[in-house]
């Protein structure tokens, strides 16, 4: 078993719909969590940052983070055409300029 | 800032032949981390260098692929020789190790895009 977890898809949605994207992980050891943007032939790019558990909020963007089931989600609410790309979830155990585990990615259509 | 900056963009070689590949890490950082994404395995750290020095290096696949940094601005992924399964996308990330947690964040170049026929 990988420690991250993550549903390839692909999803596709309808433009305006709301997104839900998951990671599930086996290593309780991990603190920092983020999720990370790549579209198509570019560096994967950082959308959130959290540390242990809770919720952020970053306009259209939500992280949550759910230690006790080893659980993390990003919601987008009002999901644009431009929101398509692969969606990455990374973790890691000290701070985040230490090594990042990451998940498969989860590649996200949305159609207009 | 131009970002983390690697080149080439784009490799085709022969199997066989030794590749070569910089990355340029944001002026500041002291941080720089070189991973591989396949299809299969997705993104995985092959080795990162905190203040240029090779700090873990357990994912580097084996002895054909070494990695230096030899300075604060510099480093490269050699692989010698090369072998078809190498083919991929190689990423270099920097980092700082600031103060607050918020600037410990990895930004990652564009990739190089290497094919080995």
């Known amino acids: 078993q990988k420690e991250v977890e993550q549903d390839p898809g692909p999803l596709s949605v309808p433009e305006g719909a709301i997104v839900s994207l998951n990671c599930t992980y086996s290593n309780s050891a991990f603190q920092y969590f983020m999720w990370y943007r790549q579209y198509s032939r570019k560096g994967p790019e950082l959308l959130m940052y959290t540390y242990s558990s809770g919720n952020k909020e970053d306009g259209r963007f939500t992280a949550q983070v759910d230690k006790s089931s080893k659980y993390i989600s990003l919601f987008i609410r009002d999901s644009q055409p431009s929101d398509s790309a692969t969606y990455l979830c990374?973790?890691?155990?000290?701070?985040?300029?230490?090594?990042?585990?990451f998940g498969k990615g989860t590649r996200l259509s949305v159609i207009a | 800032d131009a970002g983390v900056i690697q080149s080439p963009r784009h490799e085709v070689t022969e199997m066989g032949q030794e590749v070569t590949l910089r990355c340029k890490p944001i002026s500041g950082h002291n941080s720089l981390f070189w991973y591989r994404q396949t299809m299969m395995r997705g993104l995985e750290l092959l080795i990162y260098?905190?203040?240029?020095?090779?700090?873990?290096d357990s994912g580097m696949p084996e002895d054909r692929f070494s990695a230096k940094m030899p300075n604060a601005s510099f480093s490269t992924l050699k692989i010698q020789p090369s072998e078809p399964r190498d083919s991929a996308v190689y990423f270099c990330?920097?980092?700082?190790?600031?103060?607050?947690?918020?600037?410990?964040?990895?930004?990652f170049g564009a990739g190089t895009r290497l094919s080995v026929l």
């Open positions: 990374a973790m890691s155990k000290i701070s985040g300029n230490t090594p990042l585990v």
């Open positions: 990330a920097s980092s700082s190790q600031g103060g607050g947690r918020e600037e410990n964040i990895q930004y």
């Open positions: 260098f905190n203040n240029n020095v090779p700090i873990d």
